[in-house]
């Protein structure tokens, strides 16, 4: 089994950034060679990928609203996941979510483990 906890979400402007982290408890990535996904959900919306990582990290994957704003990286020497958000806009308001698997999938339904979430809200 694998536990997710994010943090790092908050209350911010338009423009700023943001990192969240995602920790792994249980046993480390690197038994599972899980792949790490973040996702995020608006009020009243479905579930939206954002970015995903592959077990070493030379594979990543984003979602065309967050190309070149955002960078997903690992330290799996630290179990943990980051997902850096720069040129935050208020659409990039949603509570967003860590998820492992066994690949870099788009799709939330191929996500086995998730975190809690964590609210991200950007003020115009």
């Known amino acids: 089994q694998v536990q997710l906890v994010e943090s790092g979400g908050g209350l911010v402007q338009a423009g700023d950034s943001l990192r969240l982290s995602c920790a792994a408890s249980?046993?480390?990535?690197?038994?599972?060679?899980?792949?790490m996904g973040w996702f995020r959900q608006a009020p009243g919306k479905e579930r939206d990928f954002v970015s995903a990582?592959?077990?070493?990290?030379?594979?990543?994957v984003y979602a065309d609203s967050v190309k070149g704003r955002f960078t997903i990286s690992r330290d799996n020497a630290k179990n943990t996941v980051y997902l850096q958000m720069n040129s935050l806009k208020p659409e990039d308001t949603a509570v967003y979510y860590c998820?492992?698997?066994?690949?870099?999938?788009?799709?939330?339904?191929?996500?086995?483990?998730w975190g809690q979430g964590t609210q991200v809200t950007v003020s115009p």
């Open positions: 990582i592959s077990w070493s990290g030379g594979n990543t």
């Open positions: 249980g046993r480390p990535f690197s038994s599972y060679s899980l792949s």
């Open positions: 998820a492992a698997s066994s690949s870099t999938y788009s799709d939330p339904r191929k996500y086995a483990y």
